[in-house]
Antibody, heavy 118, light 107 residues
């Protein structure tokens, strides 16, 4: 069974940093690209970043480019999102989702909540 | 960046109705279009991929279609379990972009 479990969320002050993790199981993690998507409270979905299976290709939304870094450790079956210079508008539930190809986005984690507030 | 204009934002409908939600792409995205269903407190669920392909386990009353730059999700006969938010997503090129969402609710 495919499982994606996010962790690392919490309350953080504006300007500070936070690192999210997504632990994958039930499939060969190193074969799939991965994504981060977020959803502000009561709002719609926003794609944040994607990374290819070997980390060769990385893409970011304009709203996080230069502040967030997506990475992965295929030996640990884990996807990461390093977030720096956090703003109140980064407050959201952060989901990881598997893949970008034809089978992409079929599996999502349950999300981890990031709250940026003083 | 590719913009996805989704309509309507809210759709009151009755059980048994045929309903359609549409996303219009600002540039060519081919068939790189997915539809998601999201219920309150739950993660999004993939419903349609490749504009017209039903994802695994999705009831056959759901279908996807394309006409030029307009992409549609249709539910042929609305059931109570279909009441949810629906989003389109283009993955033709980065940055990937979601539509603004449609809240499907009981009239």
């Amino acid at each position: 069974e495919v499982q994606l479990v996010e962790s690392g969320g919490g309350l953080v002050q504006p300007g500070r940093s936070l690192k999210l993790s997504c632990l994958a199981s039930g499939f060969t993690f190193s074969n799939y690209g991965m994504n981060w998507i977020r959803q502000a409270p009561g709002k719609g979905l926003e794609w944040v970043a994607s990374i290819s299976s070997s980390s060769s290709y990385i893409y970011y939304a304009d709203t996080v480019k230069g502040r967030f870094t997506i990475s992965r450790d295929n030996a640990k079956n884990t996807l990461y999102l390093q977030m720096t210079s956090l703003r109140s508008e980064d407050t959201a539930l952060y989901y990881c989702a598997r893949g970008t190809g034809s089978s992409g986005f079929a599996y999502w984690g349950q999300g981890t909540l990031v709250t940026v507030s003083s | 960046d590719i913009q996805m204009t989704q309509s309507p934002s809210s759709l009151p409908a009755s059980l048994g109705d045929r309903v359609t939600i549409t996303c219009r792409a600002s540039q060519d995205i081919g068939n790189y279009l997915r539809w998601f269903q999201q219920k309150p407190g739950k993660s999004p669920r993939l419903m349609i991929y490749g504009a017209t392909n039903l994802a695994a386990g999705v009831p056959s009353r759901f279908s996807g279609s394309r006409s030029g730059s307009d992409y549609s999700l249709t539910i042929s006969s609305l059931e109570s379990e279909d009441m949810a938010d629906y989003y389109c997503l283009q993955s033709k090129e980065s940055p990937f972009t979601f539509g603004s969402g449609t809240k499907l609710e009981i009239k």
